[in-house]
């Protein structure tokens, strides 16, 4: 298999197994020592420890049946962009906001490079804010 196509399946085995499924032994094996989130909210740990927040503390109590669909790869040199969704319903608080029972959809496009089959950096847009505005007005 190609470095390329290897890096895209580094990708979809941390969105699977880390963000789906939650599982650590996964997200130990698939972070870099060095690793750096680019898009880590001002004030919030860019670390590994600080992406492991987010998914376990923030993301999977507020949205238990979380899903992820990869719609779209594209991989170039160490650098893997996935254009994904987010689903899960909202039956815990997420970021404040109560839980309305709702299902929720998250859009995400996030670019990962990848070294030695690890996440070294992460960059990434979401629809999240968005999501949390319409989660507060109903």
Known sequence: METTEKNKHVVLRFNKEVIEQGNQESF???????????S?????????QGMSYFFEQILRPALP?????IHQQVAEGDLVTTRKTITGTHTGTL?????TGRLVQIDVIDIVEVKDGKYLQHWGITSLPAVLSQLKQN
């Open 40 to 48: 880590a909210p001002e004030g919030m740990d860019n670390g590994a």
């Open 95 to 99: 970021l404040d906001v109560e839980p």
């Open 28 to 38: 130990n094996e698939l972070m870099h020592q060095k690793f750096i989130n680019q």
């Open 65 to 69: 049946d979380v899903k992820v669909t």
